[in-house]
């Protein structure tokens, strides 16, 4: 499958900003997956920002709890993240990522992948 990453960009302290993801696989394909949203900057490890699982459960990170919101549209095959209250430590590349179709994730101790998006630039002015 091909994540498709549109959106990001510049944003001031404060503000909100909604990153989506597109996944090129069919819906019945596309609602077995376990997704997720990462962000990563220089010098740093990729850090799991957000989780939901092919049942809609959802897992975020404490550093974005209350503050970001990750959802999917398995009819439209897009994952979401809307983030809200924006910090410049929230200023990062961000990446969609999936499992395998049909593939069970652990929330809080996933890395991301086999599939990546091509990951979308967010930074946050103060």
């Known amino acids: 499958v091909q994540l498709v990453e549109p959106g990001g960009g510049p944003v001031q302290a404060g503000g909100s900003l909604r990153l989506s993801c597109v996944a090129s696989?069919?819906?019945?394909?596309?609602?077995?997956?376990?997704m997720g949203w990462f962000r990563q900057t220089p010098g740093k490890w990729r850090e799991r920002v957000a989780i939901?699982?092919?049942?809609?459960?959802?897992y975020y990170a404490d550093s974005v709890k209350g503050r970001f919101t990750i959802s999917r549209d398995n009819a439209k095959r897009t994952l979401d993240l809307q983030m809200g209250n924006l910090q410049p430590s929230d200023s990062a590349m961000y990446y969609c990522?999936?499992?395998?179709?049909?593939?069970?994730?652990?929330?809080?101790?996933?890395?991301?992948?086999?599939?990546w998006g091509q990951g979308t630039q967010v930074t946050v002015s103060s």
């Open positions: 990522s999936a499992t395998r179709p049909g593939r069970f994730c652990e929330p809080n101790s996933w890395s991301g992948g086999p599939y």
């Open positions: 696989d069919g819906e019945y394909t596309y609602m077995t997956y376990c």
């Open positions: 939901i699982l092919s049942d809609g459960d959802t």
